[in-house]
């Protein structure tokens, strides 16, 4: 079963909030110390403590950015320490000894918060110089929140619709209607609404979120094993200032799971385009496609053609079709299902080993089913009909089962 994580951003999310939660789901604050630490630039410490948000109990993690000579060392004397261009960032990061992985997504996220500035002021991603987000606090909160997640080892991450706040927020640039320029960049395509006063949703904090959640909604089914509060900087009266963080083992009920089903109707494509189309979207992660003759618009006989995946194979697979069709558009919905637990067992035959797919739950087999291109080798190499080796294998394993229900 997969282990997930749910932010909830009911009071939306910032890079500290982000660390907060994960420290009080029991990062060690040592530990996040010490990986921060192989950044190359010192000049602050990472302090957390616990605090109340509405009444609510939370954890507070601070970077307090230290005055005098040690500030100058933090950035290196490359200019105001606030004001790094995206090669300087991506430089402190290569040059650290952070782990491969944070590493890598670290630098992924500093590029695409330089692609939504550049679209934001119409300029070369590389020409981009952070503001607020190129500060030595918010570089390590975003760095640190890249670790804190990846500590968490959860499979999948899901969301809330994400709230943005109102009103306006004061930037270098400027005074600012909520949400910032480059957040409602970094938010397009994602659920989101406005409520409360004040910016609650921070650039570091969408590139958190945006980046790791797979999908948006309602808290899935779930079974809670921890939750984690992060304490924003302000208590905000009615409502509590924390991202919640909710972490457990995914479905509520025994074999239940989450999936996306993606649809388009087509009506101007070759048939002969049908098959190519379908091994793409199987190779790119789909668990089933499958087409139905459908009537279109003017009479024109066309094709549905409905994938079923995995939430985190969406976009992947939206891109297939795109490329492999001639759809302008895909549609998508998320259903749940309940499968059954799945294993081949090998059974021995008169002709051979042949293996049963055998679907159980709670320790009942509901289905059981002989291999079939298992059965089709047997068969060419026996000079039998296929229909035998199948009842063969099929009465063997039945055989078995009834011997280890006895003992």
């Known amino acids: ?103 890598e997504r670290a630098e992924a996220l500093f590029r695409r918060l330089a692609e939504a500035e550049a679209q934001v002021h119409g300029v070369a991603p590389e020409a981009v110089h952070f503001h607020e987000v190129g500060a030595v606090d918010s570089i390590v909160d975003l760095v640190g929140g890249v670790f804190a997640l990846d500590w968490l080892r959860a499979d999948r991450f899901f969301a809330s619709p994400l709230n943005l706040g109102t009103g306006t927020v004061a930037m270098s640039h400027g005074t600012f209607a909520v949400p910032a320029p480059a957040t409602a960049v970094l938010v397009q395509g994602v659920p989101v609404y406005g409520a409360g006063e004040g910016e609650l949703l921070t650039p570091t904090g969408a590139l958190l979120v945006t980046s790791h959640a797979a999908s948006y909604g309602p808290l899935p089914p779930i079974r809670p094993e921890a939750i984690g509060h992060g304490a924003g900087s302000r208590d905000t009266p009615g409502r509590p200032n924390v991202l919640r ?87 998508r919905q998320e259903w749940e299902r309940t499968v059954l637990a799945r294993e081949v067992v090998p059974v021995a035959t008169r002709y051979g080993p042949i293996g049963v797919k055998v679907g159980s739950r709670g320790g009942r087999v509901f289905n059981a089913q002989p291999e079939f291109a298992d059965c089709e080798r047997a068969a060419d190499a026996a000079g039998v009909p296929v229909k035998e080796v199948w009842a063969a294998a099929l009465s063997a394993f039945r055989a078995g089962e009834g011997k280890a229900q006895a003992r």
């Open 1 to 103: 079963m997969s282990r997930v994580a749910y932010f909830d951003c009911a009071s939306g999310a910032s890079g500290d909030m982000v660390l907060g939660a994960v420290v009080d789901l029991g990062l060690p604050l040592d530990e996040l110390r010490s990986e921060l630490g192989r950044l190359p630039f010192s000049g602050y410490r990472l302090e957390s403590r616990k605090v109340h948000r509405s009444g609510l109990h939370a954890t507070k993690v601070d970077v307090i950015e230290d005055s005098g000579p040690p500030h100058a060392q933090a950035h290196h004397g490359h200019g105001h320490p606030s004001h790094r261009g995206l090669r300087e960032v991506l430089g402190i990061i290569a040059r650290s000894g952070l782990s491969g992985r944070v590493k």
């Open 245 to 331: 963080l909710i972490v457990g083992e995914e479905g509520a009920s025994e074999g239940g799971e989450r999936i996306l089903v993606l649809e388009a109707e087509l009506d101007d494509m070759s048939p002969q385009l049908c098959g190519p189309l379908l091994d793409r979207l199987l190779a790119s992660g789909a668990m089933d496609v499958y087409y139905t003759p459908v009537q279109m618009k003017k009479g024109r006989p066309g094709i549905l053609v409905t994938v079923l995946c995995a939430p985190e194979r969406r976009q992947a697979l939206e891109e297939v079709m795109f490329a492999e069709s001639t759809t302008l558009g895909v549609r």
